[in-house]
Nanobody, 130 residues
Framework: QVQLVESGGGSVQAGGSLTLSCAASKNAQAYYCIAWVRQVLGDEREGVIFLNTGGRWTRTAPALNGRSTSSVDDANNTFNLQIRTLKPGDTGIYYC???????????????????????WGQGTQVNVSS
C-alpha cells in the first residue's frame, strides 16, 4: 500500500505556472507507476501524466503536452509536476494516483488506464483566472 499527499496548488493568473508535488509514503524496492489526474469543472477525472518512478518513461496527455515537466525526486519519494502557461481551462483538482505493480526497469511503460491505479491522494486545487 501507499499513501499519497499532493501539494502545491493555488490561485494563479493565466500564463503563470505552478509546481505540484506528490509525496509517497512507499519506500519502493522496485519501480512502479504514478499518474497525475485532474478533474476540471463538470468533467470526469482525466489522466494527464503517466510516469514510471524510475524516471525513464513518461506519457503526457495532449492537454499538457509542451507546457509541463514531470520529475522524480528519489531522495524524498516525491513526484513533481510543473505546469506552465496555465489556462483557465486548467482549473480543477489535481490528484496523483499509484499503480503499484512492480516494473523491473525505469524504462518500462506504464498503464494509461486509470483502472489500474488503485491508490490516490486527497488532491490539490488549482485555480487559474483570466
Amino acid at each position: 500500500q501507499v499513501q499519497l499527499v499532493e501539494s502545491g496548488g493555488g490561485s494563479v493568473q493565466a500564463g503563470g505556472s505552478l509546481t505540484l508535488s506528490c509525496a509517497a509514503s512507499k519506500n519502493a524496492q522496485a519501480y512502479y507507476c504514478i499518474a497525475w489526474v485532474r478533474q476540471v469543472l463538470g468533467d470526469e477525472r482525466e489522466g494527464v501524466i503517466f510516469l514510471n518512478t524510475g524516471g525513464r518513461w513518461t506519457r503526457t496527455a495532449p492537454a499538457l503536452n509542451g507546457r509541463s515537466t514531470s520529475s522524480v525526486d528519489d531522495a524524498n519519494n516525491t513526484f513533481n509536476l510543473q505546469i506552465r502557461t496555465l489556462k483557465p481551462g486548467d482549473t480543477g483538482i489535481y490528484y496523483c494516483e499509484a499503480d503499484l505493480r512492480e516494473h523491473e526497469t525505469g524504462f518500462q511503460a506504464c498503464s494509461t488506464s486509470r483502472a489500474t491505479y488503485k491508490y490516490w491522494g486527497q488532491g490539490t486545487q488549482v485555480n487559474v483566472s483570466s
